[in-house]
């Protein structure tokens, strides 16, 4: 309420010990987005780009690739599903304490699929999306293994597999963009296989 805040010192006054205190930090939030286009908005003013300094991480997003089908992947109900008791909602502090529970939940899932480096995790769970510039960087690297018909060390996350090395022969570059697939025979499954190009972390020649 306008009651709770009044008094409370303005964006202006704390901006610079906000930026300090985040400053090479990885954010963690439920849904973090939200939150951050304040933030953002305001380090903008200032002559800051919050976004392209920091790591982020969002719970919601790392929620629905590491536990999916689930019903909702609102924080109370991810913190039921998780069985972490709920004392306080809705006010700063307990959400974000909560929020940190359900995070070191969801990182025994992400280590049972082989993600632990916390770059790999803000890649993967992170509000920034692969830049279309990376995209094309990879396609192209994809297309020259075609037209040498040589074979490809990739690092790889699927939603069942989780983070993989693989070493796969290319055979077929479908899609555009963000949609671009990549069909291989993939040596560590013995069969053909589709990666969408997007999931491809690393890419090296064999």
């Known amino acids: 309420s306008m009651e709770m805040v009044e008094g409370a010192p303005s964006m202006e006054s704390i901006l610079p010990n906000v930026l300090n205190l985040i400053r090479g930090a990885c954010l963690v939030g439920h849904n973090i987005k939200f939150d951050l286009k304040f933030l953002d908005y305001e380090s903008s003013l200032a002559g800051h780009d919050l976004l392209d300094t920091i790591l982020t991480i969002d719970t919601a997003r790392m929620a629905r690739a590491l536990l999916p089908n689930l019903e909702s992947y609102a924080l109370g109900n991810l913190a039921h599903f998780l069985e972490i008791s709920i004392s306080t909602r809705h006010r700063a502090m307990a959400d974000a304490e909560l929020t940190l529970k359900v995070f070191k939940k969801l990182l025994e899932f992400a280590r049972a699929k082989n993600i632990c480096h916390l770059k790999i995790l803000s890649y993967l769970f992170g509000i920034k999306k692969p830049s279309l510039e990376e995209n094309r960087s990879k396609i192209q690297f994809i297309k020259e293994a075609l037209d040498g018909k040589y074979s490809l060390n990739l690092m790889y996350f699927g939603s069942a597999s989780g983070l993989t090395e693989r070493c ?35 890419l090296g020649k064999t």
Do not use: M, S, W, Y
């Open 168 to 202: 796969v022969k290319p055979l077929q570059l479908t899609g555009r963009g963000r949609q671009a697939t990549l069909t291989a025979f993939c040596h560590l499954r013995n069969q053909e296989r589709d990666f969408k190009v997007e999931r491809i972390l690393n």
